[in-house]
């Protein structure tokens, strides 16, 4: 039933969004509720500053040092940038898991493909992001056009595409070929005293930044993923901006792979593998990270780089492989649980249900 | 005793004792009394009908009875003994059982699944051999083919209602009541349904049919109670009370003074004869017809025109409405628009056209709840406010600034624009909403209850805003189940059942008791009173 509210001219209006349950009501006290707000905006931030001091602690001078700090960039080049496409379809409230397999694919055709003249060269690498431009706009229209489960989807797409590289490959790893040995100077060059990949990294994040922020297909973006139903209302092309979306991230995924194989020197058929899991890892502590559950670049690239910050002090450390895999499973579930409250907190429901 | 005894017997003032009585039923949600005093009286062997208009305490009564509310007071005897269930299940146990007017399934789960989540209600039918064999004789019964092993989201509209019902109808309740039962059932399912309910009746029990379906209330119920305001006016036989009598007494006019004067029926003749302004009208929907619900609406907006469609819930207003922004498709009929045909692909092509529409569900539909009030003004005007070639570059301060237009335009109560929408009140929530709609070139807004959840203040500068819309030569759509704000509307078109039945000017004889009686009548019997 509705109850008669009157507000005064100048009040500022501090009625609880219908349906939300007030601090206090249910069980749900208000230090819970400050808890929980607290993690949603720092949690990440607190993870970030846990590990570095605990490995500070631990192996001191390794790991704090210049060099180190470096390496911990330099590693993640890659996983930023597939990141940064899984980010994006994020926001417009999707899912992808075709990012490792794509970025696998990518890695293949690169090693294949770049070779012979800088304009053959150019031109291979064109021709493998739009190979990833392509598998985000089948991913796109099965999502909207057929009306698929994103998850489901794009799972099965990633099947196809791994199928696409042993075929390609006939199973084998494919080596750069001798003229094209110059993409490994994307990982051992410099422009100026800054390595190639933190330019990269940089550059490639302060773009998607601007695209998500500072465009209307950025906004509209933020629409799809806030409010589909309201966004269709307010006349934005809701199929257009999600295939766009997709795109994006099938794009990033290919110039992931491209990365993978400058880095590694040759095409690896699993090259993209484990980048799926530390790209959501990444892109969920992001948004839980300043923005209350929300996704977004900067949030997305902390989160990399904590990822990053924590398998390089186990590494320092000398912990097993396993066991780095353990962290990175636990760190997932502690960021989407952040995520998650955090934004329960914010549209007033109440944590847990 | 058979049920037409019953009733002889009632009517003859040798009442057995009666199965439930309900005397000065009070309640109260907050600040709104939903029943002040109401009562009602059920025989035996009776199927007795439950009329009132919206908010008349029907639904409240009925939860009351099925154990899902308390009253703050009154007698309520079941029975002869004094019924006080304390939830359902002892509501249930009780033999009271509800159906309740929102579909209760699971889509994904089976037939057998579903009614198996309602044994609760016949709790008299012990283990699941039992209870599956019930079913099975109870769709025979009804003469339908329904599997226990389909999956409910395979059946028809029609059969998953048929299954929510099946809960309630099994078993030995003594005292059935159905809310709305018929919503969505095609004839023969209705048939079935009032065959089994005769039968039910026939052997004793007692049923409350609760229905705006006047129609059937007349073919169907041995006597009838109406509540209007949270009391009943009316008890008494359903022998030789019709449809009109049956309107008038749920609405306020019992016979007497009724303006039909300035009135016509949606006859193509009636509309081709009507005035065109300045150029023809704005809207024009003619024989409209979807997949659900609408069968029959035609109506027309001339440009500054606020037309206003009443109608009770599930009468097709929405539907209308989602139709003319590309939400729903056409079966038959023709819209037009400025004299073109308009059939938008999708809303961004019926917002391109200048048709906007204010959807009914502000929180779930229209409110971005994670962002401030300037994304929320500015979410359809990213592209026509933004930068560079095709407006794709976003232009934070123009928003802004817009923002700040339209928030002074509505008097809009925020303490900042970069405050989050949810610090804001539904009334001022609703402004944002009408403020992102008031795009450039906007030529017909679509209003669908707009002010559910508004306070009275922003109620009125709501109005206010649309009244000035209009103004400036906007044509106006307004559905709202509040009758009494229609008052502001130019035109009224009555909707009944997915039919436009009946149309007029809004002249400063507005009656809102006549409006609602108008709300009850169907096409026919709303034709007849032309004749």
Redesign the interface.
């Known amino acids: 039933m509705n109850t008669v509210r009157h507000t005064a001219p100048g009040e500022r209006a501090a009625a609880p969004p219908p349906g939300a349950n007030q601090a206090g009501q249910a069980g749900t006290s208000s230090m819970t509720l400050t808890a929980v707000k607290f993690l949603g905006r720092y949690g990440t931030l607190l993870v970030l500053v846990l590990l570095v001091l605990v490995f500070s602690f631990l192996d001191g001078s390794r790991f704090l040092s210049f060099t180190n700090f470096q390496n911990i960039l330099l590693q993640s080049t890659i996983s930023v940038v597939i990141a940064l496409g899984l980010t994006v379809v994020l926001v417009v409230g999707e899912f992808d898991l075709s990012i490792g397999y794509t970025a696998s694919l990518a890695g293949v055709l690169t090693a294949g493909l770049y070779a012979g003249s800088a304009g053959g060269k150019l031109g291979a690498i064109g021709l493998v992001l739009a190979v990833g431009a392509l598998i985000g706009l089948v991913n796109g229209l099965i999502v909207t056009k057929l009306g698929v489960n994103a998850l489901v989807g794009t799972l099965g797409i990633g099947s196809v595409v791994m199928g696409a590289t042993y075929i390609v490959t006939s199973g084998v790893p494919q080596s750069l070929d001798a003229s094209g040995m110059d993409l490994l100077q994307v990982y051992l060059g410099k422009l100026g005293p800054i390595p190639w990949p933190i330019v990269i990294l940089f550059l490639i994040a302060g773009v998607l930044w601007l695209l998500l922020n500072r465009t209307s297909l950025g906004l509209e973006w933020q629409a799809v993923g806030g409010n589909r139903t309201a966004a269709e209302l307010s006349g934005i092309r809701v199929h257009r901006a999600v295939i766009l979306a997709f795109v994006v991230c099938g794009v990033l995924a290919a110039a992931g792979g491209v990365l993978i194989t400058a880095n590694v020197g040759s095409g690896q058929i699993a090259g993209g593998q484990g980048y799926l899991l530390s790209s959501f890892a990444a892109a969920f502590l992001g948004s839980a990270c300043l923005r209350d559950g929300e996704f977004h670049v900067v949030g997305t690239v902390i989160g990399v780089v904590t990822v990053a910050v924590g398998f390089n002090g186990m590494a320092i450390h000398g912990v097993s492989t396993s066991a780095q895999f353990i962290f990175q499973g636990l760190l997932l579930i502690a960021a989407v649980g952040m995520s998650t409250s955090a934004r329960r907190m914010v549209s007033g429901r109440r944590v847990g249900r | 005793m058979k049920a037409t005894e019953h009733a002889a017997a009632r009517a003859a003032g040798d009442d057995p004792a009666p199965l439930l009585s309900v005397r000065g039923a009070v309640k109260h ?4 009394q ?1 029943l002040r005093g109401a009562d009602l009286t059920v025989g035996r062997g009776e199927v007795h009908g439950l009329l009132g208009a919206n908010g008349a305490g029907k639904s409240t009564l009925v939860k009351i009875l099925a154990g899902l509310t308390r009253p703050d007071e009154g007698s309520f005897t079941l029975d002869g003994a004094p019924f006080r269930p304390g939830n359902i299940r002892e509501a249930a146990a009780a033999g009271v059982r509800l159906a309740h007017q929102e579909l209760a399934i699971v889509p994904a789960l089976t037939v057998r699944q579903n009614l198996h989540l309602g044994r609760y209600l016949h709790p008299e039918l012990t283990g699941a051999k039992e209870r599956e064999l019930a079913y099975a004789a109870l769709f025979e019964e009804w003469g339908l083919d329904i599997s226990l092993d389909a999956v409910m989201r395979e059946l028809s509209p029609a059969h998953q209602a048929t299954v929510a019902l099946a809960k309630t109808l099994v078993g030995d309740g003594r005292l059935l009541i159905l809310d709305e039962p018929t919503a969505s059932l095609g004839p023969k399912e209705v048939s079935g349904l009032f065959a089994i309910i005769r039968r039910r009746v026939e052997a004793g029990a007692g049923v409350i049919f609760v229905s705006h379906r006047l129609g059937e209330v007349s073919r169907l119920c041995d006597a009838i109670t109406v509540l209007r305001n949270g009391q009943r006016v009316h008890d008494g036989r359903m022998e030789g009370v019709d449809e009109h009598a049956l309107a008038d007494l749920i609405a306020h006019d019992a016979g007497g003074d009724r303006r039909r004067a300035a009135r016509t029926t949606t006859t193509r003749a009636a509309r081709a004869a009507k005035h065109a302004s300045s150029g023809g009208p704005l809207l024009s929907v003619d024989g409209l017809r979807l997949q659900s619900r609408v069968h029959d609406v035609s109506f027309e907006v001339n440009p500054g025109e606020i037309v206003g469609i009443a109608g009770l819930v599930g009468s097709g207003r929405t539907e209308v409405l989602e139709t003319l ?1 590309g939400l729903r498709r056409i079966v038959s009929g023709e819209i037009r628009l400025g004299g073109r045909p308009h059939q938008p692909r ?3 092509g ?3 056209q200048g048709v ?4 009914e569900e502000r ?9 401030d009030i300037v ?1 929320n003004f ?3 005007r ?2 026509t406010l ?1 930068g560079g070639p095709g ?4 232009r934070r301060s123009r928003y802004r600034e817009s923002a700040r237009r339209l928030a002074e335009s509505l008097r809009l ?3 900042s624009l970069n405050d ?1 929408i ?7 929530q609703q402004k944002v909403v009408l403020g ?1 709609a008031t ?1 450039d070139g906007l030529r017909l807004l679509l209003l669908d209850e707009p002010t ?2 508004v ?4 109620r009125h500068d709501f109005q206010q805003m649309v009244r000035g819309l209009a103004d400036q030569g906007v044509g106006v759509v307004y559905v709202s189940s509040e009758l009494a704000e229609l008052e502001y509307c130019d035109r009224i078109v009555v909707m009944v059942e997915g039919r436009a039945t009946v149309q007029f000017d809004n002249d400063d004889r507005f009656d809102e008791d006549e409006l609602t009686r108008l709300c009850f009548l169907r096409a026919d019997a709303a034709a007849a009173e032309q004749a």
């Not at chain 2, 906007?356 to 959807?359: F, I, S």
């Not at chain 2, 929180?363 to 962002?371: D, E, G, M, N, S």
């Open positions: 949600y907050g600040l709104v939903a922004v999708d809303p961004a019926a917002l391109r906007v529409l204010v959807p929180l779930a539909q229209a409110i971005f709840t994670q962002r994304f500015s979410s359809s990213f592209r933004g407006g794709m570059l976003s109560k925020a303490r989050s949810m610090s804001l009140s539904g009334g001022n992102r795009v559910r959840g306070d009275v203040g922003a």
